[in-house]
């Protein structure tokens, strides 16, 4: 009997927590934060051509609202090579 309730609680407490633990299993998921927020709406800001030109209020709030840890971590080479994303930590 003691092992049958032990079973049960096994099983339940792994169905909970399987959708927590995806996370920890790879990288984080802020791609869709990173094209459609940052990408696209400070392009201005972020270019590397030309003067520095101060982020708009769409791009503020798109940098506020994300994740700029998780951004900075997914960039690749040639997003860093393309855009300046640092200028719009400062």
């Keep these: 009997m003691a092992t049958k309730v032990t079973l049960e609680l096994l099983v339940f407490v792994l169905v909970l927590l399987m959708p927590t633990t995806h996370q920890a ?12 927020l ?10 590397i051509l030309g003067d520095y ?13 994300s994740d700029m840890a998780c ?3 997914i960039l690749t080479i040639e997003e860093n090579t393309r855009a300046r994303i640092f200028s719009l930590l400062l």
């Excluded at 299993?25 to 459609?36: F, N, Q, S, T």
């Excluded at 769409?58 to 506020?64: G, Q, Y």
């Design 53 to 65: 030109v101060s982020p708009n209020p769409s791009c503020r709030v798109a940098v506020d609202h």
């Design 38 to 47: 940052v990408l696209r709406k400070c392009r201005f800001t972020i270019k």
């Design 25 to 36: 299993w790879g990288e984080p998921d802020c791609y869709v934060e990173k094209e459609l």
């Design 71 to 73: 951004i900075c971590y």
